[in-house]
């Protein structure tokens, strides 16, 4: 959709490392660039503002990522300063430490400021459900899921007409099996280890590695699988620990406790996803607490591979149990294991016949060319109650 003349979006998030929050900021980046306006984005920096670069947005450096009061100050500040020299149009904060200061720069300046509330945030106090409340605080909020929209309205004195759902988009033409060279797939293959000769079914948990992604939870689930005699499975770990090494080695050392070692492997960080969902022969989102939307449901099915899920959460809007994948309990390793079983033992065909439902309903409810244009639409729509 077209853009007023001389928009210019500012996006306001922790860091560009990897995430589901950090992917939505680059695409709509790259969006309002390809409408003739202007994209920015606060951000400490990270792996993925290469992309954001390359894209024709712009990076403005600061220490957004603090929950320090006195930087948190410092941010406001330094983002006044940015909103006067490039006549920002509209702020959108993505993360709730920055959103403080985003929105204080934002009223500052008589700017309108929108946040995506990406996560269901727990407020287990009246001070954390004040702090939460940061990301309804401005002129729009969106949810990332419906279920997100109903926590958001559970939780906070919002107006409905003020909360409007937009679910996360996936890049179709990134995710799309036709464009995936069978030496990318090779490529993995060989720096994950798995022989041309391993026949056994491959299995992928991607995401940050991090104790509520529920790799422990398959790791029991495996090592039960192989207590009954299973060894036709092996269950590939593709994620960056930002960090935790202690969770690292706690896998690592689960891993070889449960006599594992060449069952489940942990891979590290992947920057080819479409390739690794295709050396896969089905992903898992094994989560102990609800994500709100789940990309890393809707990438693999994006690519054809049927999933299996914790049955809560946005997931359970993304996946079509029995249809184009499968909804677990959550942190119950015997019945983990069990779904890991019978997703092995319905056999290639049956997987590709999900994998297709799946790829197709993906393509017709989740592309990133619909959130993008809502997302634009929902900028046109703050500017003009402005007016």
């Known amino acids: 959709m077209p853009l007023p003349p001389d928009f210019t979006l500012l996006q306001v998030i922790p860091e560009l490392e990897t995430g589901g929050a950090e992917q939505s900021t680059i ?6 660039v390809r409408a003739g306006g202007s994209a920015l984005v606060a951000t400490r920096g990270g792996r993925m503002a290469a992309r954001l670069q390359a894209d024709g947005a712009r990076l403005a450096q600061m220490p957004v990522h603090t929950k ?46 929108v946040a995506t509330y990406h996560g269901v945030y727990k407020a287990q106090s009246p001070l954390k459900r004040w702090y939460n409340a940061i990301m309804t605080r401005g002129d729009l909020v ?3 899921s419906d279920y997100t929209r109903d926590h958001v309205l559970a939780e906070h004195a919002v107006d409905a007409d003020r909360l409007v759902t937009i679910p996360r988009g996936v890049d179709f033409a990134r995710f799309d099996p036709a464009f995936v060279t069978a030496d990318r797939i090779e490529a993995l293959r060989g720096a994950w280890g798995v022989a041309p000769n391993d026949h056994r079914t491959r299995i992928l948990l991607a995401g940050r590695l991090t104790r509520i992604k529920g790799h422990l939870t398959i790791i029991e689930a495996a090592r039960r699988m192989a207590e009954a005699g299973r060894k036709d499975f092996l269950i590939l770990f593709a994620g960056d620990d930002q960090g935790r090494v202690n969770y690292t080695a706690e896998l690592h050392a689960a891993i070889e406790a449960a006599g594992l070692g060449d069952a489940v492997r942990v891979v590290g960080h992947c920057a080819d996803m479409p390739a690794a969902y295709l050396l896969a022969d089905f992903a898992i989102l ?27 959460g946005g997931v359970t809007e993304t ?22 079983s019978r997703a092995i033992d ?3 065909g049956k997987r590709m016949e999900m994998g297709e439902a799946g790829r197709r309903r993906a393509r017709q409810l989740y592309s990133v060319d619909a959130m993008c244009a809502q997302t634009l639409a929902a900028y046109e729509r703050v500017l003009e109650a402005r007016r």
């Open 346 to 348: 319905v056999g290639p």
């Open 286 to 312: 094994p989560t102990s607490v609800p994500e709100s939307f789940g990309r890393a449901a809707v990438e693999p099915q994006a690519m054809g591979r049927p999933v299996i899920a914790s049955a809560h």
């Open 68 to 113: 320090n009061p006195l930087t948190i100050l410092g941010n406001a500040a330094r983002l006044v300063a940015l909103i006067r020299q490039e006549k920002v149009s509209i702020v959108h904060a993505r993360s709730r430490a920055p959103a403080f200061s985003a929105l204080w720069a934002a009223k500052a300046t008589g700017t309108p400021f």
């Open 319 to 340: 996946i079509v149990d029995g249809v184009t994948g499968w909804l677990a309990p959550v942190d119950d390793a015997e019945a983990w294991a069990r779904a890991l």
């Open 27 to 32: 695409d709509v980046a790259q969006a309002v």
């Open 142 to 144: 969106i949810a990332n």
